[in-house]
């Protein structure tokens, strides 16, 4: 075992506080990361808040950027002090159609989770990126391209890949009327790729004071989701919802605001959901999710937002402010993602 330190839940808590963490003895297709940036997702919130005091430690953080350390023996695709970067799966099958279709998010045997997962060979549960060290499967880490600041590059590899998949699986383009609800960290970059498909964009918020961010963030404008004025003349207007808000919510506001043919996905707070199936029923409307990316499209993501200049607005912290993060996240107090800056733990 090798040793590191990180930020860790235990019993009931919510609140992180720093401890020692064990990393495996690399085996030969591992690589060792020196964590730098972690950014923090609303995804760590509902995983903090899910805890009972039966559950084990947790350790969130499961998008991250960082310098590789050490290589296993059949390593050759990444060499000491490349630059890397690891998003929320860290193993697959690797047999199954999904993994062989390159989809090795949605494995039929279930992927491995960077937190709170089952390692495939020992058994133990994964611990997330908000430490200083990482130990991961060579073929789940990507090289970060150059130009990408690594700080902001962070948040691509779970916000930013969540909402690229279904971009790229729903065909968006220049003919296409995008709307993305709920701008955070998933929405915003969700804006930013969508714009720089070339397709006409709409942010769909409770928050009219992101009116200004939405316009610089590339949309054509914005629409208070809280008005019914406002939501009734965006009637049938978007050919693509991209429905990222952390809360529950009702479906049936963004499903009116889709046209004939058109698809709200809903990528937010999963769980079950009710659907009043004539909001689907008039206009032929489709309801679809998406979550995480396979390595294939992971890989094109990070180059077309090279190729663009797309990376996350964020706010950069030293990793003790931690719990800072966390909680103005819950209040909803972001624009657009916390990254923790790990190197305060040496
Ligand atoms: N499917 C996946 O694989 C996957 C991956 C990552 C994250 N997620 C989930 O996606 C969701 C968004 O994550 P995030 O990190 O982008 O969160 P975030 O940065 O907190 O953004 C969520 C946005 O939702 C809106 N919102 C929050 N509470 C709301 C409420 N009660 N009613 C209406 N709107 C509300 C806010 O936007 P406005 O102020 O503009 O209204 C907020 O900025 C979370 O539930 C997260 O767990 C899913
Ligand atoms: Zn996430
Ligand atoms: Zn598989």
């Known amino acids: 075992m090798r040793r590191t330190i990180g930020w860790r839940a235990d019993g009931p808590s919510t609140a992180l ?4 963490l064990d990393r495996r003895d690399l085996r030969p297709d591992d690589l060792a990361v020196r964590v730098d940036y972690c950014g923090v997702c609303h995804t760590d919130v509902h995983a903090l808040s899910a805890r009972t005091g039966e ?15 050490e290589t296993g023996t059949a390593v050759t695709r990444f060499a000491v002090g490349d630059q890397v970067a690891v998003g929320n799966i860290v193993d697959s099958c ?60 962070a948040p691509l590899l779970c916000a ?27 929405g915003h970059l969700a804006v930013k790729m969508a714009v720089a498909l070339g397709a006409g964009t709409t942010v769909l918020s409770r928050s009219p004071d992101k009116a200004g961010d939405a316009r610089r963030l590339g949309a054509h404008g914005l629409v208070v989701s ?37 698809t709200l996905c809903h990528l937010g707070h999963l769980g079950a959901v009710t659907v009043e199936t004539t909001d689907l029923l008039v206009g032929r409307k489709s309801l679809t999710s998406a979550g995480s990316g396979g390595l294939p499209s992971t890989a094109s993501m990070l180059d077309f937002c090279a190729r663009h200049a797309i990376t996350a607005d964020i706010e950069l912290l030293p990793s003790a402010q931690v719990n800072e993060a966390l909680d ?10 916390f990254v923790l800056d790990m190197s305060d733990l040496d």
């Open 94 to 153: 690797g047999e199954c159609a999904m993994c062989r279709a390159g989809q090795e998010n949605f494995c039929h045997a279930f992927p491995t989770l960077t937190y709170g997962g089952v390692d495939r060979h020992d058994g133990s549960t994964t611990l997330g990126a908000f430490c200083r060290e990482y130990v991961v499967r060579d073929r789940f880490a990507h090289l970060l391209p150059p130009g990408l600041d690594p700080a902001a590059a």
């Open 55 to 69: 559950d084990p430690p947790l350790v969130p953080g499961h998008e991250f950027t960082g310098v590789v350390t």
């Open 328 to 337: 103005r996240l819950r209040r909803n107090d972001v624009r657009y993602r």
């Open 226 to 262: 809280t008005d019914p004025e406002q939501t009734a003349a965006a009637r049938d207007r978007f050919d693509v919802v991209i429905d990222t808000v952390s809360a529950p919510h009702d479906l049936g506001t963004y499903l009116r605001m889709v046209a004939m043919d058109g």
């Open 160 to 186: 930013g890949i969540t909402v690229w998949e279904p971009l790229h699986a729903l065909g968006v383009g220049p003919e296409t009327r995008v709307a993305v609800a709920g701008l955070g960290g998933l």
């Open 17 to 20: 506080r720093t401890a020692p």
